[in-house]
């Protein structure tokens, strides 16, 4: 497919209210983000940006201080800045509860010793970013918004992100099913015991859970810990729906006119096809114009003119976004809406 003028990319993205923007480390993403949610808040369509780069720079980009909450940096634009240490640390409170609502009490120091380990285990935090980012997802979907924008950590955490929801859903159900099969057999048990009882009146059947009247019943625990299960099953089921379904969710991948960019990005779809995934658009960011007077840039420009050869071939069913290099970083959402407006 043949390059577009970049105001195009607005328009080909209007009838999609769900976008991803994706690509390898520093070539753009937050920038390209932050200047469609820009854009679109410049047209009074209200836009909610929502960043799950643990760098942070969207509120730098955007020149406002962000946090988990929604932080309004125009009336039509909204932001988030999703902590990955608050989110943990809330995620793993949550748990905490869950599992205090079925474990025997004198195992909870044990399993909040083992919780606290667990919050600097390896994928701690995707899988808490990934919650909040399926929360934030559903959420926004059923809100007011005319566009939701996720700007993304490099390639490799975001398209974990986006093949988690179905993993994740696989493996409550696995849990699911292990804690279905645990309580038939406990049932089956439960009816012998009493079977057993009737026909010994003088055992004495002494339970953990009639040492503390007002515990809640071993079956009642059961079924809390299934239903918070279930119910993280639905969100996940629910965000793996809205990013596959193409007339909601459109992936933006953005990379540069370098030669890793190129072998990154086209590993990416691929990842993306795999898991019947497709980007939407590619934007070719930090592009230099041709007519440089200087021999260094002039080099550069015409390199990169090269690759864009290579680029248009390796990616010839996607529609391709070419976006300049500019004098300064883009900062502000004028500036940065400006970056899309159409050239008169
Ligand atoms: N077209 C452009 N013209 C000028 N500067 C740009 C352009 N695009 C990006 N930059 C600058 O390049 C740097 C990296 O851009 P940005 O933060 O948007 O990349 P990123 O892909 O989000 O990076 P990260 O992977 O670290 O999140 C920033 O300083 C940004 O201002
Ligand atoms: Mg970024």
Redesign the pocket.
């Known amino acids: 497919m043949a390059l577009h003028p970049l105001s195009a990319l607005v328009t080909q993205l209007t009838t999609q209210p769900i976008l991803f923007i994706g ?12 200047a469609l949610a820009s854009y679109y808040a410049s047209q009074q369509q209200k836009t909610l940006i929502v960043s799950t ?1 643990p ?1 942070h ?1 969207l509120g730098d ?1 955007l020149k406002t201080r962000l946090n988990n909450e929604k932080t309004a940096v125009t009336p039509y634009l909204d932001a988030i800045e999703l902590n990955p240490d608050t989110i943990v640390d809330a995620h793993f409170a949550q748990v905490e509860r869950t599992i205090k609502s079925y474990a025997n009490p004198d195992m909870m120091p044990k399993i909040r010793e083992h919780l606290r380990l667990s919050k600097s285990a390896p994928g701690a935090q995707e899988a808490a970013m990934l919650e909040s980012m399926c929360q934030h997802l559903v959420a926004a979907a059923d809100g007011n918004y005319k566009h939701i924008i996720f ?1 993304t ?2 390639t490799g955490h975001t398209l974990r992100l986006l093949v988690l929801p179905e993993m994740m859903g696989a493996w409550t159900d696995g849990l699911l099913a292990q804690q279905r099969r645990q309580s038939k057999l406990r049932s089956v048990a439960t009816n012998l015991d009493r079977h057993n009882q009737k026909n010994d009146v003088k055992k004495d059947a002494t339970r953990s859970e009639t040492d503390n009247p007002f515990a809640p019943k071993k079956s009642d625990r059961w079924e809390q810990a299934v239903s918070v299960l279930e119910k993280r099953k639905q969100l996940f089921r629910q965000a793996g729906a809205l990013l596959h379904d193409r007339e909601q969710t459109a992936i933006v991948l ?1 990379m540069t006119a370098d030669v890793l960019p190129l072998a990154e990005t086209g590993r990416a779809i691929e990842q993306l096809e795999e898991s019947k995934l497709m980007p939407a658009a590619i934007v070719i ?2 592009l230099i114009s041709q007519d440089q007077s200087d021999d260094f840039w002039r080099h550069r420009a015409t390199r990169q003119q090269q690759l864009m050869q290579d680029i248009e071939q390796d990616f010839i069913n996607y529609p391709l976004y070419p ?9 502000g959402t004028e500036a940065l809406g400006a ?1 899309l407006a159409p050239v008169i």
């Open positions: 690509g390898k480390g520093g070539v753009g993403k937050t920038t390209t983000a932050a780069d760098a720079s980009v700007d950590a490099p953005v960011n930090q976006m300049y290099l500019q004098q300064t970083d883009v900062r970056l």
